[in-house]
């Protein structure tokens, strides 16, 4: 039990494009999902936080115009890229909390996504 | 002071080997305490789960919290070359919606055949 996917694992794109990142949670229902971001050899960085039905709320520096997410399902959160940069070249991780059973700060993680830039 | 120190190793250990990891942390709101192992280019697991100061203990894995020193430590023993991976310690504190969780820096773990 509780399983988090991510579509899709792995992504390679040309800056100035946006990119679409899927987080699902496949068998719980997730009323909250986080995004964060991990650079080499670095601790997990949250991004935000999104609750389903509701607006994101981001993280101290993050841009709310640059990483759009939408939590539009129990199941499925969306994070993206809008017009990425090298610099955005980075492992994307999502977490989810079950809305049912979730233990206080209990999150379970997806298998990453890793975007790169050229 | 970062609310959430840990040793980022790296740390090689020898097949067989007991494994202590440990964190410190700050912020005494913190009650919930969490280690996750992550191997490399995969997301985070949860290994133990812990509320407020005790031990608890998991097969091989045994974690302790010492909310008097701020103190956690995750032990790991007859180590197998399977638990070279990334240790995660995080916490959480009571109470808001969302419950966001403060994570460690990660220590790097080895363990040589």
């Known amino acids: 039990g509780a399983v988090v996917s991510q579509h899709p694992s792995r992504v390679i794109c040309k800056s100035g494009t946006s990119v679409k990142i899927e987080c699902r949670s496949l068998?719980?229902?997730?009323?909250?999902m986080f995004w964060y971001r991990q650079f080499p050899k670095k601790s997990l960085m949250l991004m935000a936080t999104s609750n389903e039905g509701s607006k994101a709320t981001y993280e101290q520096g993050v841009e709310k115009d640059k990483f759009l997410i939408n939590h539009a399902s129990l199941t499925l959160s969306t994070l993206t890229v809008t017009s990425a940069h090298p610099e955005d070249s980075s492992f994307y991780i999502c977490?989810?909390?079950?809305?049912?059973?979730?233990?206080?700060?209990?999150?379970?993680f997806g298998p990453g996504t890793r975007l790169t830039v050229l | 002071q970062k609310e959430v120190e840990q040793d980022p190793g790296p740390l090689s250990v020898p097949e067989g080997a007991i494994v202590s990891l440990n964190c410190t942390y700050s912020?005494?709101?913190?009650?919930?305490f969490m280690w996750y192992r992550q191997y490399s280019r995969k997301g985070p697991e949860l290994l133990m789960y812990t509320y407020s100061s005790g031990n608890k203990e998991d097969g091989r894995f045994t974690a302790q919290v010492d909310k008097s020193s701020k103190y956690i430590s995750l032990f790991i023993r007859d180590s197998q070359p399977s638990d070279s991976a990334t240790y995660l310690c995080a916490m959480s504190s009571s109470g808001g919606s969302n419950y966001k969780l403060t994570f460690g820096k990660g220590t790097l773990l080895t363990v040589n055949p």
């Open positions: 912020n005494s709101a913190f009650q919930y």
């Open positions: 977490s989810a909390r079950d809305r049912v059973s979730g233990r206080t700060g209990e999150q379970f």
């Open positions: 068998d719980f229902q997730a009323t909250t």
